[in-house]
C-alpha cells in the first residue's frame, strides 16, 4: 500500500524503516523520505508506528499538525 504519494514510498518501507528504529514521523522521513513534503502522509506514517509499537505512539511520534490517535483511521 502506497503511504507516500509524493515520493512514492510504501508501507512495507516505512515499516521497515520501523524496524531499523524510527520512533517518530521524523526518523521515518530520515530513513525513507516519506513525509517530507506536503506531510499529508503524516498521519498513516503515525498509524504505521502506533502499531509497530502496539498503538501507543503518543503525541511524540506525530509532527505538529498531525496528530492522531493511532488506531482512529478516521482523525487527520
Ligand atoms: S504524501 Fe507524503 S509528503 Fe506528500
Redesign the pocket.
Known amino acids: 500500500m502506497l503511504?507516500?504519494?509524493?515520493?512514492a514510498v510504501n508501507d512495507r518501507e516505512v515499516k521497515a524503516a520501523v524496524g531499523q528504529g524510527a520512533a517518530t514521523v521524523e526518523d521515518v522521513i530520515n530513513l525513507t523520505d516519506?513525509?517530507?513534503?506536503?506531510?499529508?502522509?503524516h498521519p498513516s506514517i503515525c498509524m504505521l508506528l502506533g502499531e509497530h509499537s502496539q498503538g501507543d505512539c503518543g503525541g511524540d511520534a506525530c509532527l505538529a499538525g498531525s496528530r492522531v490517535l493511532c488506531g482512529d483511521r478516521s482523525s487527520v
Not at 3 to 7: D, E, I, K
Not at 34 to 41: D, M, N, S
Open positions: 503511504v507516500c504519494h509524493c515520493l516519506a513525509g517530507a513534503l506536503c506531510g499529508g502522509c
